[in-house]
């Protein structure tokens, strides 16, 4: 959610997005998600339901993505978990 720029015509340059999520692609990547919550000492990631995942990455990435609405994580082709913080 945001206005797009009006020279690029887009909201967020997937490039940029991949600047901030790439160390944590490698993070993940052939990795057991409760070694790396125990590692990290994480709790959301010690007990990795696609609820705490979706959470976890919302507020990991958050504050380097402040335009960032929301965090799917698909279980399945159709199951899944949005976590979207309240506003208020």
Same mark, same amino acid.
């Given at each position: 959610?945001g206005? %797009? !720029?009006?020279?690029?015509?887009?909201?967020?340059?997937?490039?940029?997005?991949?600047?901030?999520?790439?160390?944590?692609?490698?993070? $993940?990547?052939?990795?057991?998600?409760?070694?790396?919550?125990?590692?990290? !000492?994480?709790?959301?990631?010690? !007990?990795? %339901?696609?609820?705490?995942? &979706?959470?976890?990455?919302?507020?990991? #990435? &958050?504050?380097?993505l402040?335009? #960032?609405?929301?965090?799917?994580?698909?279980?399945?082709? %159709? &199951?899944y978990?949005?976590?979207?913080?309240? $506003?208020?």
């Open positions: 959610m206005e %797009t !720029n009006p020279e690029t015509g887009m909201l967020v340059d997937f490039g940029d997005i991949k600047k901030v999520v790439q160390p944590y692609i490698e993070m $993940f990547d052939h990795y057991v998600v409760n070694d790396i919550g125990e590692k990290h !000492n994480e709790p959301l990631l010690m !007990n990795p %339901t696609s609820e705490n995942l &979706a959470r976890w990455f919302y507020e990991t #990435l &958050a504050p380097s402040p335009d #960032l609405y929301s965090i799917v994580v698909h279980e399945t082709v %159709t &199951a978990c949005e976590y979207r913080p309240q $506003f208020d």
